[in-house]
């Protein structure tokens, strides 16, 4: 049974927790992304270094989410209960995760794309910023959801160090054997990712205008 009168009660909490989770979720996966993109230029470009980084990526993709909660404060000099640890080490899992998908994406533009940028006079810089990376956003993008998905399901897992996000709704319930706060968190995960995803395809479809246009046409 869901206790509707706790829900009520405890509404401003469960606001904070959302907005809390919320900031937690999404600052480190932009903080990836904006590592990855670069990172995952000189990759592209770099051939002989392309595996290792990619390798190394993998690797860090890995590691487990709690082990790296207690171990970046020894790295960094934080307390325990910093919320900058959970800030830091979903950088690094959408980092791992965005840097291949931005070398995928960068795998899908066409040479004839390129050829053509190279005719126009666009150097390296220039042809990236302004043709590569456009052409290689919807592939960016699909990982940027996944990368997403992935940091709201993970930050949860943060309440077991005692960073309070939705996550907490979890450990309260099950310490007070009380399923209210559980569904409560689950439901506004669920929510809060669906919420993110929308967004990311919205910003899909005004970033790629020319896919409209070509489905229109077809």
């Known amino acids: 049974m869901i206790d509707f009168s706790w829900i009520a009660v405890s509404a401003p909490a469960i606001v904070g927790l959302l907005v809390a989770h919320l900031v937690l979720s999404v600052v480190p996966v932009l903080i990836g992304l904006a590592l990855a993109i670069p990172v995952g230029w000189f990759a592209y470009g770099v051939p002989v270094l392309r595996t290792l980084i990619l ?25 325990i209960l910093d919320p900058m640890n959970v800030v ?6 959408a980092f791992a995760l ?10 899908s533009v066409s040479p004839e794309a390129r050829q053509a940028a190279e005719a126009m006079g666009y150097r390296r810089l220039g042809r990236f910023l302004t043709i ?16 997403t998905a992935s940091a709201v399901s993970i930050v949860s897992v943060a309440s077991l160090i005692g960073i309070d996000q939705l996550g907490s709704l979890f450990t309260q319930g099950m310490q007070l054997q009380f399923v209210t706060p559980i569904v409560v968190g689950i439901v506004l995960c669920l929510l809060l990712a669906v919420c993110l995803d929308g967004l990311i395809l919205l910003a899909d479809r005004l970033l790629t205008p020319w896919r409209r246009r070509s489905g229109a046409t077809a």
């Open 132 to 147: 590569e990376l456009p052409i290689a956003t919807p592939v960016v993008l699909a990982g940027l959801r996944v990368a």
């Open 98 to 107: 965005l840097v291949r998908t931005v070398v995928d994406g960068l795998g």
């Open 55 to 79: 390798g190394v990526s993998g690797v860090l993709y890995t590691v487990p989410s709690l082990a790296l909660f207690v171990l970046l404060p020894r790295i960094i000099g934080t307390r």
């Open 88 to 93: 830091v080490a979903l950088a690094v899992y």
